[in-house]
């Protein structure tokens, strides 16, 4: 699938709070300026979640600038969301979103379902390992659709 590298992706998912921004950072960490990389949710009514920032950070990805937004904030600031070759949906609500773009623009949407790690674990470390395991799931989707990363 390397091949056929996209020149855009949108990660998206409920809240572009915790697994989305951590795509959005993988996706810039592994593969550099190889794509046109953001993320949105289809609400934004959350900051970036810090367990999210945490398990990013043990890889060397910030995310602690990062600002939540949602298609309909993305579209009022003039980003055309046609623009995006592929959309990549890491929750049913997002998924559900971008196929509605579907009826207007011509774009690929894929479903990643990613583990939503945020009712998980009972103390730090337990929650710590469930985000860990959402951004790892992640990370191993990316390689087998991107392929190797960027040198």
């Given at each position: 699938?390397?091949?056929?590298?996209?020149?855009?992706?949108?990660?998206?998912?409920?809240?572009?709070?915790?697994?989305?921004?951590?795509?959005?950072?993988?996706?810039?960490?592994?593969?550099?300026?190889?794509?046109?990389?953001?993320?949105?949710?289809?609400?934004?009514?959350?900051?970036?979640?810090?367990?999210?920032?945490?398990?990013?950070?043990?890889?060397?990805i910030e995310l602690a600038r990062h600002r939540s937004r949602s298609f309909e904030e993305m579209q009022q600031w003039g980003d055309d969301l046609s623009?995006?070759?592929?959309?990549?949906?890491?929750?049913?609500?997002?998924?559900?979103?971008?196929?509605?773009?579907?009826?207007?623009?011509?774009?690929?949407?894929?479903?990643?379902?990613?583990?939503?790690?945020?009712?998980?674990?009972?103390?730090?470390?337990?929650?710590?390992?469930?985000?860990?395991?959402?951004?790892?799931?992640?990370?191993?989707?990316?390689?087998a659709r991107f392929g190797m990363p960027t040198a």
């Amino acid at each position: 699938m390397a091949d056929n590298f996209p020149q855009s992706v949108l990660f998206c998912c409920d809240h572009n709070a915790v697994r989305s921004p951590m795509a959005e950072g993988l996706m810039k960490q592994m593969y550099g300026q190889r794509a046109y990389v953001q993320s949105a949710g289809v609400r934004n009514d959350m900051e970036i979640d810090g367990f999210s920032i945490a398990v990013c950070r043990e890889l060397g990805i910030e995310l602690a600038r990062h600002r939540s937004r949602s298609f309909e904030e993305m579209q009022q600031w003039g980003d055309d969301l046609s623009q995006f070759d592929l959309i990549v949906a890491l929750s049913p609500a997002s998924q559900r979103m971008a196929l509605e773009l579907t009826r207007f623009h011509h774009l690929e949407v894929v479903y990643w379902p990613i583990l939503d790690p945020t009712g998980i674990g009972d103390g730090r470390d337990a929650k710590l390992n469930a985000y860990r395991q959402a951004r790892d799931q992640i990370k191993e989707r990316m390689l087998a659709r991107f392929g190797m990363p960027t040198a």
